[in-house]
T-cell receptor, first 113, second 112 residues
Framework: DGGITQSPKYLFRKEGQNVTLSCEQN?????MYWYRQDPGQGLRLIYY???????QKGDIAEGYSVSREKKESFPLTVTSAQKNPTAFYLC????????????FGPGTRLLVL | DAKTTQPPSMDCAEGRAANLPCNHS???????VYWYRQIHSQGPQYIIH???NNETNEMASLIITEDRKSSTLILPHATLRDTAVYYC?????????????FGGGTRLMVKP
């Protein structure tokens, strides 16, 4: 069963804590993306990766970090520098460098305690 | 990016066709029109895309005007499960990064 999985579905962060959101795909896609969505808003790009061991900042990368050590995995760390992390985080993947048909995971909702 | 304009919300009766319009008057010749939808609390789902010709797949039809300045997404027989926010996107052709800009979209409410 091919697709994108994200875990956990809900995540709670304490002040000053780093948390890592998981994203895994078995679609053999080259490119992967992280988006943030605030209530009632559209999606904003945080980071993207077109190939293993390479990634680029999106529009709102401050306070976030990523790694791409394996083709199928693209974890996102929300660091303590991100002052307003409460949001819905979506991971996506696409074939090729300019693939615009993106397949999205179910999302992780991050809440700050 | 070519800017897109969509109505913020629409209603449709269950079983009827839902016609969702999108204006993209600044679109250039090699830019595609993409449609995605997002059901509440889920990730967006790709629906269809097109360049010039009308397109149809198992989910929907896409009608693009001859001048390409507007398009219409058609759900031929809307069901309650089609209630979602529908996004019309025109990504720049060679922008690898910020290639999908999700704006406000149209909130479609399918009613029994």
């Amino acid at each position: 069963d091919g697709g994108i999985t994200q875990s956990p579905k809900y995540l709670f962060r304490k002040e000053g804590q780093n948390v890592t959101l998981s994203c895994e795909q078995n679609l053999n896609h080259d490119a992967m993306y992280w988006y943030r969505q605030d209530p009632g808003q559209g999606l904003r790009l945080i980071y993207y990766s077109q190939i293993v061991n390479d990634f680029q900042k999106g529009d709102i990368a401050e306070g976030y970090s990523v790694s791409r050590e394996k083709k199928e995995s693209f974890p996102l760390t929300v660091t303590s520098a991100q002052k307003n992390p409460t949001a819905f985080y979506l991971c996506a993947s696409s074939m090729g460098q300019f693939g615009r048909t993106q397949y999205f995971g179910p999302g992780t909702r991050l809440l700050v305690l | 990016d070519a800017k897109t304009t969509q109505p913020p919300s629409m209603d449709c009766a269950e079983g009827r066709a839902a016609n969702l319009p999108c204006n993209h008057s600044t679109i250039s010749g090699n830019e595609y029109v993409y449609w995605y939808r997002q059901i509440h609390s889920q990730g967006p789902q790709y629906i269809i895309h097109g360049l010039k010709n009308n397109e149809t797949n198992e989910m929907a039809s896409l009608i693009i005007t001859e001048d390409r300045k507007s398009s219409t997404l058609i759900l031929p027989h809307a069901t309650l499960r089609d209630t979602a926010v529908y996004y019309c996107i025109v990504p720049p052709p060679n922008n690898a990064g910020n290639m999908l800009t999700f704006g406000g979209g149209t909130r479609l409410m399918v009613k029994p």
